[in-house]
């Protein structure tokens, strides 16, 4: 089974394409092919993660764009002076150059993060998936005032996977976690990215936080299409974690974390040594 006919599968009967149904209701009458229909949730997923960091990524943009702006500056004073030393003016063009090169590489993780691939499996460290993302997760919990931190176990075995959709699914547990502590006093949030292998020879990422954590009645339904507990949620974040999990033969999962929050996960198979 593809991840497309998973999250078919996953979906309540009375939201399937058919009779009864609001589709049928719409006028249409067979359901989207299955590739098509992953793809096109994978993007709706992915664009609205990125249109929630958007605050995140003004800012981080904000901070080279301003120092171009200064250097550019400083160049024209210099200019206009008449004893200006070539020195001075070559490190202040460096500079540019340098910001410059900053702004691009956010831009050019952005247009990876968005753009829509073709999935392909390949042998990948979770952990350099998780430091690519790093930037902008640390940015987007800054501008929330939530204290972000990693601990990667060192020398995991290697994983099978779509690099795109791993680091998707780290994006939606973070985001789920910033939304949760949204509520929480000014400086308080606390977000732990954490790495390891389990006995069972899975390697496990997780992220906890320290809000309120997911009530009871919320959990059976938590990983289920559409359903969310935010009230402007798509309903897709954590159930395309689900999906992507489960195409790539492992799982994820919930445990309440202590003393308080929430923590979720995936297993991922390891790699054949």
């Given at each position: 089974m593809n991840t497309a006919e998973m999250i078919i599968e996953d979906?309540?009967?009375?939201?399937?394409?058919?009779?009864?149904?609001?589709?049928?209701?719409?006028?249409l009458t067979a359901p989207e092919p299955p590739a098509a229909l992953h793809g096109r949730l994978l993007n709706v997923s992915r664009m609205a993660t990125i249109g929630e960091?958007?605050?995140g990524v003004a800012h981080e943009l904000n901070q080279p764009l301003t120092a171009i702006a200064n250097y550019a500056h400083a160049c024209e004073r210099l200019l206009s002076r008449p004893q200006t030393a070539p020195a001075d003016l070559?490190?202040?063009?460096?500079?540019?150059?340098?910001?410059?090169?900053?702004?691009?590489?956010?831009l050019r993780r952005l247009r990876a993060l968005a753009?829509?691939?073709r999935a392909e499996h390949a042998p990948a460290s979770i952990n350099a998936l998780v430091t690519?993302?790093?930037?902008l997760l640390q940015t987007d919990a800054l501008v929330h005032g939530v204290r972000l931190t990693l601990e990667l176990a060192p020398h995991l075995p290697e994983v099978l996977v779509d690099p795109g959709q791993i680091q998707q699914v780290i994006l939606n547990l973070v985001r789920n976690s910033l939304d949760a502590l949204t509520d929480r006093p000014a400086r308080g949030g606390r977000i732990t990215i954490r790495s390891l292998l389990t006995p069972?020879?899975?390697?496990?990422?997780s992220v906890s936080d320290n809000g309120p954590g997911v009530a009871d009645e919320a959990m059976k339904r938590i990983f289920d299409?559409?359903?969310s507990t935010k009230e402007n949620g798509t309903g897709l974040g954590l159930a395309i974690t689900h999906?992507?999990?489960r195409a790539h033969g492992g799982s994820v999962g919930y445990r309440p974390n202590v003393p308080n929050g929430a923590c979720f996960y995936i297993l991922l198979p390891t790699q054949p040594r």
């Amino acid at each position: 089974m593809n991840t497309a006919e998973m999250i078919i599968e996953d979906l309540p009967p009375a939201d399937l394409p058919g009779a009864g149904s609001p589709f049928a209701s719409a006028g249409l009458t067979a359901p989207e092919p299955p590739a098509a229909l992953h793809g096109r949730l994978l993007n709706v997923s992915r664009m609205a993660t990125i249109g929630e960091m958007a605050a995140g990524v003004a800012h981080e943009l904000n901070q080279p764009l301003t120092a171009i702006a200064n250097y550019a500056h400083a160049c024209e004073r210099l200019l206009s002076r008449p004893q200006t030393a070539p020195a001075d003016l070559c490190e202040a063009l460096r500079q540019i150059t340098v910001q410059t090169t900053r702004a691009a590489d956010i831009l050019r993780r952005l247009r990876a993060l968005a753009r829509s691939q073709r999935a392909e499996h390949a042998p990948a460290s979770i952990n350099a998936l998780v430091t690519e993302v790093q930037e902008l997760l640390q940015t987007d919990a800054l501008v929330h005032g939530v204290r972000l931190t990693l601990e990667l176990a060192p020398h995991l075995p290697e994983v099978l996977v779509d690099p795109g959709q791993i680091q998707q699914v780290i994006l939606n547990l973070v985001r789920n976690s910033l939304d949760a502590l949204t509520d929480r006093p000014a400086r308080g949030g606390r977000i732990t990215i954490r790495s390891l292998l389990t006995p069972e020879g899975e390697v496990k990422l997780s992220v906890s936080d320290n809000g309120p954590g997911v009530a009871d009645e919320a959990m059976k339904r938590i990983f289920d299409p559409f359903f969310s507990t935010k009230e402007n949620g798509t309903g897709l974040g954590l159930a395309i974690t689900h999906t992507i999990a489960r195409a790539h033969g492992g799982s994820v999962g919930y445990r309440p974390n202590v003393p308080n929050g929430a923590c979720f996960y995936i297993l991922l198979p390891t790699q054949p040594r």
